[in-house]
């Protein structure tokens, strides 16, 4: 059982910048995917953006040139750094595990979730 802690969740002004963190209690390198996903109120939780253990990337249409995807695998640890924020951007966060990108990119696939941080973006 791989836990997920998620950080760095907060209160920005729009146009602002946040970095998020995502600890994981062993190592996902070589085992899995890792993504994020978001959920606003009354909306369904989607996809942000997603890693596979190769380094292959995926995000959605909406944040594609603003948010970016990396992993530390010597820490464990996914981040997430969001620039130019938006107040379409604010959500609760989850971080998430998956097999492959494939497991890792849809909501009912996916293996293991962080319990979620807020992110809001005030205009």
């Known amino acids: 059982q791989v836990q997920l802690v998620e950080s760095g969740g907060g209160l920005v002004q729009a146009g602002g910048s946040l970095r998020l963190s995502c600890a994981a209690s062993e190592s996902t390198d070589s085992t899995y995917a890792m993504g994020w996903f978001r959920q606003a109120p009354g909306k369904q939780r989607a996809l942000v953006a997603a890693?596979?253990?190769?380094?292959?990337?995926t995000y959605a249409d909406s944040v594609k040139g603003r948010f970016t995807i990396s992993r530390d695998n010597a820490k464990n640890t996914l981040y997430l750094q969001m620039n130019s924020l938006k107040p379409e951007d604010t959500a609760v966060y989850y971080c998430?595990?998956?097999?492959?990108?494939?497991?890792?990119?849809?909501?009912?696939?996916?293996?293991?979730w962080g319990q979620g941080t807020q992110v809001t973006v005030s205009s």
């Open positions: 998430a595990a998956g097999r492959n990108m494939i497991s890792v990119s849809t909501t009912s696939l996916v293996h293991y």
């Open positions: 890693i596979t253990s190769g380094d292959s990337t």
